[in-house]
């Protein structure tokens, strides 16, 4: 082959290589924005943390597409918006265990808040939202003073808060212990008085389970996997530094269901708004 004939050849493998390059690129591209326009990715639920949901209807029950939502957390003040789609519906991932409360406006319809909404850890619950019609400067509060019915999800495990936490006795100030007092799990050992008359557990993070199947659990902290190699917790926060730990047996989503055996799910505490100031 001549000097020209091998130029033209390296030249057309050259074009070739360059617009297989940009078709993959652009290909790229599109999946990249169609990932992050969906909105399953974008409120995809994160171990520890939950999921508002539901729908905004009008007083005939009709669902009211491009509702205007502000869900925010009284404890920090921290707010997300919402709109409704075309079918009436909202959702709202990644938000932190707390109190919260939600405010509905839309034009034509008087302003709906909703308090008193309490979301526990690794919870979905779905608070429906129905508007009147009048003028939007006027505003109609419901007040919710329970924990709603978490009927997005079959999880039903032991929740247990901050201040169950700090009230529950446990040895060696290792709050995994309290898995044994959720239903259904299973130990190997127990607490028990060590030498100095303190109290201690016996066993290691991995000595309970459920169904008969020992060791072989699941643990997050803060929406990140949080176990070794030998299914022992990574780090094992102590009492003073968790929010909510939350031991779930069966029912919980697949996401997170590495396991057959209790899935082990801890917040640490988060910053409010409030000043405590300790006298001495």
């Given amino acids: 082959m001549t000097s020209r004939g091998l130029n033209l050849?390296?030249?057309?493998?050259?074009?070739?290589?360059?617009?297989?390059?940009?078709?993959?690129?652009?290909?790229l591209g599109v999946i990249a924005g169609m990932l992050a326009n969906s909105p399953a990715l974008v409120n995809a639920q994160t171990a520890g943390l939950g999921t508002i949901s539901g729908t905004v209807t009008d007083p005939s029950g009709a669902m009211v597409p491009q509702a205007r939502l502000k869900i925010t957390n009284l404890a920090t003040g921290v707010s997300r918006d919402s709109v409704t789609n075309g079918t009436g519906y909202y959702e709202v991932g990644a938000l932190i265990p707390g109190k919260y409360k939600i405010l509905v406006s839309l034009p034509g319809f008087q302003d709906l808040l909703r308090e008193g909404i309490t979301l526990e850890a690794d919870a979905?619950?779905?608070?429906?939202?129905?508007?009147?019609?009048?003028?939007?400067?006027q505003t109609v509060v419901v007040q919710?003073?329970?924990?709603?019915?978490?009927?997005?999800?079959?999880?039903s495990g032991q929740v247990l808060t901050t201040r169950q936490l700090e009230a529950l006795p446990v040895s060696g100030n290792?709050?995994?212990w309290l898995a044994l007092i959720a239903p259904g799990v299973q130990g190997t050992t127990g607490q028990a008085a060590?030498?100095?008359?303190?109290?201690?557990?016996?066993?290691?993070?991995?000595?309970f389970g459920a169904y008969g199947i020992i060791g072989v659990n699941e643990f997050s902290l803060d929406g990140a996997p949080n176990e070794t190699n030998s299914r022992q917790s990574g780090l094992n926060p102590t009492i003073d530094e968790l929010g909510e730990t939350k031991f779930d047996v069966t029912g919980y989503e697949a996401a997170v269901?590495?396991?057959?055996g209790v899935l082990t799910t801890q917040t640490t505490k988060y910053g409010t708004n409030d000043l405590v100031i300790s006298q001495q």
């Fill in 257 to 260: 269901g590495h396991t057959m």
């Fill in 194 to 207: 060590s030498t100095d008359d303190t109290l201690a557990w016996t066993g290691l993070t991995q000595d």
């Fill in 124 to 137: 979905r619950v779905s608070v429906p939202m129905q508007v009147a019609v009048g003028q939007s400067v």
């Fill in 144 to 155: 919710s003073d329970a924990s709603l019915l978490n009927t997005e999800s079959g999880s």
């Fill in 9 to 27: 050849t390296r030249r057309h493998n050259g074009q070739h290589t360059s617009s297989w390059l940009s078709s993959l690129v652009c290909i």
């Fill in 174 to 176: 290792n709050p995994t």
